[in-house]
């Protein structure tokens, strides 16, 4: 261009500057970064990271799939989430693997079969298992690989890690993740990283501005409480919904208050960022080149809906209209309040199947072949079902649940049906209905289901028939663990917990739904022939009834195909599952019983 023409001929011209390319060098990583300024190229005097922070590149299993597990697939009992000792019963523990954007804690997503202290990792041909003496041990991670910024969170104990899940290890764990989450941090990994791999041989190499002053203890805080207000958290203890209830509050005023908490939370957040960001800049002087400010984007809480879903606020036309004002973006909310109401329905299933209990916080049932019988001891608790002590501390009466019962019973047999009317007693209508009627009273019953539905934007029923599922396997990462039985055009449908899941599990399913709806359903065309053929019946009405009839006959011939060749054969062979295998290879093992997904 002409630019580079005058450039070229007169370099003081003010369209090109030189530099030497000795300067470059001092940058990890080397890259031709010839905007970096010279107080921010001093900054690579100052000692390296490596020098104060050890950082260690984590395990390569050569099968991932074999050893790596969601951690809701295995047993709760069988996984060391608060860094127990490897034992013969406890043998999965949590795994850093990195993930998406996220500072300060969260992404505890992954677990890792820890079994002879790795050792069936170590013998499994083409694995690596890096750095033994550094795994579990206390410390911090971030994600190497990202779409977005770069992203320190605090681990604690007991976190195996892998190679995108770099751990890092210092006796002022906080202080490094404040600085490695600071504006000024963020900056320079611009510099060193552009194509946003970010290797820790070069984040390392980057100069530690260390801070005293600085206190992430609250940012930590609020970080944690919002990764454990979703189920998907192995912490997770109630739904934050519920935990605003109070006397007189329907659903509407709970999400009102609870998202009047969760602005807060995401204001508080970005004032104690932006004071972080502030003291590191003021410490090194750059207030003329860089700002603390952080875009709501980037205030990594779940609750955040500019965060969960991506958007920038300015991208949108809103803006805040002061410094503790939140911008309100009409789609984004009501986004958020579709997703909330279906977190809600998610629990409410959860208590159908006695996974979670409005009358005790966290998981209930979370191993394999768990049964009433344990929802009712771990629940009710054993003073509560009227246990004597014998003085020598041992039960002197076996627990007696008969005159006990929780606020909100789980079903019975782990199979709750899905169908287009109240077929069954425990339809799973019924149940959400009946859940929501002990959680949030019978007062404002009509006003909270149609809340729910408005913000679903349809029924119940019919989001349970088309979406429930989907929003399941999309929650849990295609790993569900609620099953969905569904016959080839969807005409029956019947969800179980794979937790509880025993072999007669598909027995109970055949005999007392699938076979018990195909005879109601005989019957209800039988009815339907007898008005039919009385006469009584106004022409247009006579059309209907024959069309209705032809629908249940296909129904029926459609159920009665599927039960002789799926479901009888399946029932008849009591299949085992084995948790350890994970949902894909369990999930398999039922072929065409199953929904696809």
């Not at 320190?152 to 890690?161: I, V």
């Not at 969960?308 to 789609?331: D, I, K, Q, S, T």
């Not at 966290?362 to 003073?383: H, P, S, T, W």
């Amino acid at each position: 261009s002409s630019y580079t023409g005058q450039a070229i001929a007169n370099p003081d011209c003010g369209w090109f500057f030189r530099c030497k390319t000795s300067e470059f060098n001092k940058i990890p990583g080397a890259p031709i970064a010839f905007w970096v300024t010279e107080s921010v190229l001093s900054l690579y005097s100052n000692e390296p990271l490596v020098n104060s922070v050890v950082f260690k590149e984590g395990i390569t299993t050569a099968n991932n799939d074999l050893f790596l597990r969601q951690w809701y697939e295995i047993d709760k009992e069988k996984t060391a989430f608060q860094g127990q000792d490897i034992s013969s019963n406890i043998y999965w523990v949590p795994y850093n693997k990195g993930g998406s954007f996220r500072k300060w804690y969260g992404n505890r997503d992954f677990i890792i079969n820890w079994c002879d202290n790795g050792g069936l990792i170590k013998k499994y041909p083409g694995s690596s298992l890096r750095n033994l003496s550094f795994q579990r041990k206390f410390g911090g991670t971030f994600s190497a690989l990202s779409s977005s910024k770069f992203s320190a969170r605090f681990s604690g104990y007991g976190f195996a890690f892998d190679s995108k899940g770099t751990m890092f290890f210092s006796e002022d764990i906080e202080i490094v993740i404040a600085y490695l989450n600071s504006n000024l941090f963020s900056h320079l990994v611009a510099v060193s990283c552009p194509t946003l791999d970010f290797r820790f041989g070069v984040i390392e190499k980057l100069p530690y501005l260390k801070s005293n002053k600085t206190d992430i203890k609250d940012l930590i805080k609020l970080s944690t409480i919002d990764w454990d207000s979703y189920e998907t958290s192995w912490d997770f203890q109630h739904l934050p919904l519920l935990g605003v209830r109070g006397e007189g509050l329907g659903v509407r005023e709970c999400y009102t208050k609870m998202r009047e908490q969760w602005i807060e939370s995401t204001l508080k957040m970005q004032e104690l960022e932006e004071e972080n960001n502030r003291i590191f800049i003021e410490a090194y002087g750059l207030q003329d080149e860089l700002k603390p400010d952080v875009p709501l984007k980037e205030i990594t809480l779940t609750c955040n809906p500019y965060y969960r879903y991506g958007v920038n606020p300015e991208v949108l036309g809103v803006r805040a209209l002061g410094v503790r004002e939140f911008p309100l973006n009409a789609e984004l909310e009501k986004r958020l309040l579709a997703d909330t109401m279906k977190e809600l329905i998610s629990y409410a299933v959860g208590c159908m199947f006695g996974r979670y209990s409005l009358d005790k916080p966290g998981l209930v049932l979370a191993n394999q072949g768990d049964k009433l019988k344990d929802y009712l001891e771990q629940v009710l608790g054993v003073r509560a079902l009227g246990v004597r002590d014998s003085g020598s501390g041992e039960a002197a009466l076996k627990p007696n649940t008969q005159n006990l019962k929780p606020s909100f019973m789980p079903d019975k047999d782990n199979v709750i049906p899905i169908l287009e009317g109240e077929w069954f007693a425990d339809d799973i209508v019924s149940r959400f209905t009946e859940f929501l009627k002990v959680a949030f009273g019978t007062e404002k019953y009509s006003e909270n289901i149609s809340f729910i539905e408005e913000a679903l934007g349809k029924d119940l029923r019919a989001y349970f028939l088309k979406d429930f599922y989907k929003d399941h396997i999309k929650r849990y990462k295609k790993r569900p663990i609620y099953w969905l039985f569904s016959s080839p055009k969807g005409s029956f449908n019947a969800l179980i917990y794979m937790h509880r899941y025993t072999p007669d599990t598909v027995s109970i399913m055949l005999n007392s739904y699938l076979r018990e709806y195909i005879h109601k359903l005989r019957a209800k065309v039988s009815q339907l022939e007898h008005q039919l053929s009385a006469g009584a019946l106004p022409e247009r009405e006579k059309m209907l009834t024959r069309k209705e009839i032809n629908r249940l006959k296909d129904m029926v011939a459609e159920l009665e195909a599927w039960e002789s060749k799926v479901i009888l054969p399946l029932a008849e062979k009591r299949l085992e599952i084995d948790l350890d295998d994970g949902v894909k290879v369990n999930y398999a093992k039922f072929g065409e019983a199953l929904k696809r997904f």
